[in-house]
C-alpha cells in the first residue's frame, strides 16, 4: 500500500464548477497534511495546509481533513482555466525531522 | 524575502562531466532540501540538511554529492551521471522544530545527462 494515494486523473471539470480532489494516507499518525500546485515543466507550489480535522478555507480553496478516515481533500471553487494543472497531495508525520511524502498527483482540467 | 533560489536553470552535461547545482535562501529556513523529479511522477526525496548537517540520504547514490557550506547554501555535486538522471532537480526549504511546517521550492534545474 502507497503510504499517500492520490486518483491520477485526469480530472475535467467545467469552468465555474467545484472541483474536488482527494487523497488518503496510510500512516496514522501522521500530523500535517499539505497541498501543492505544480503547472507542467514547473515547481510545485504551496497552496493549502490543514493540521486539525475539520474545513480549512483560503480563497476558492477549501482544504478538508477528517484523521479518523484518514482522508484530506481539496476543494477548489469557481474554478478557473488557471487551476488547470497536477495537484500534490503530501503528508507529515509528526516529529519535526519527519520527511514530507508526497502521493503521485492529479492532474486537473479545466474546461471553458 | 521568501524565495528559493536555483542556478542554473538548464543544464546539459556529458556523462563524463562535473558539474554542480547550487541553491540559495534568505528565509532564515535551518531545513533544506534535495528531490528529483522524473516526469509526470511526484518529486522524489534524495538528501535532508537540518542545521547544515546532512541528516537524511535516500540510498542515492554516490556520483551525487551533497554539501551544505552555510546555513542559506546548498549544493549538489554531481558525477559521472548516466542518462537515466535526466530530471527535475528541485532544492526546497523549510522551518525546523515543528512539523507544520511545508516546504518551499525553488523553480528547479533541469539536467540533461548526454
Known amino acids: 500500500q502507497k503510504e499517500v494515494e492520490q486518483n491520477s486523473g485526469p480530472l475535467s471539470v467545467p469552468e465555474g464548477a467545484i472541483a474536488s480532489l482527494n487523497c488518503t494516507y496510510s500512516?496514522?499518525?501522521?500530523?500535517?497534511f499539505f497541498w501543492y500546485r505544480q503547472y507542467s515543466g514547473k515547481s510545485p507550489e504551496l497552496i493549502m495546509s490543514?493540521?486539525?480535522?475539520g474545513d480549512k478555507e483560503d480563497g476558492r480553496f477549501t482544504a478538508q481533513l477528517n484523521k479518523a478516515s484518514q482522508y484530506v481533500s481539496l476543494l477548489i471553487r469557481d474554478s478557473q482555466p488557471s487551476d488547470s494543472a497536477t495537484y500534490l497531495c503530501?503528508?507529515?508525520?509528526?516529529?519535526?525531522?519527519?520527511?514530507?511524502?508526497f502521493g503521485s498527483g492529479t492532474r486537473l482540467s479545466i474546461r471553458p | 524575502d521568501t524565495e528559493v533560489t536555483q542556478t542554473p536553470k538548464h543544464l546539459v552535461m556529458g556523462m563524463t562531466n562535473k558539474k554542480s547545482l547550487k541553491c540559495e535562501q534568505h528565509?532564515?529556513?535551518?531545513?533544506m532540501y534535495w528531490y528529483k523529479q522524473k516526469a509526470k511522477k511526484p518529486p522524489e526525496l534524495m538528501f535532508v540538511?537540518?542545521?547544515?548537517?546532512?541528516?537524511i540520504n535516500e540510498s542515492v547514490p554516490s556520483r551525487f554529492s551533497p554539501e551544505c557550506p552555510n546555513s542559506s547554501l546548498l549544493n549538489l555535486h554531481l558525477h559521472a551521471l548516466q542518462p537515466e538522471d535526466s530530471a527535475l532537480y528541485l532544492c526546497?526549504?523549510?522551518?525546523?522544530?515543528?512539523?507544520?511546517?511545508?516546504?518551499?521550492f525553488g523553480s528547479g534545474t533541469r539536467l540533461t545527462v548526454v
Open positions: 526546497a526549504s523549510s522551518q525546523v522544530g515543528a512539523a507544520n511546517y511545508g516546504y518551499t
Open positions: 500512516d496514522r499518525v501522521s500530523q500535517s
Open positions: 490543514i493540521y486539525s480535522n
Open positions: 503530501a503528508v507529515r508525520g509528526v516529529s519535526s525531522a519527519s520527511k514530507i511524502i
Open positions: 528565509m532564515g529556513h535551518r531545513a
Open positions: 540538511y537540518s542545521y547544515e548537517k546532512l541528516s
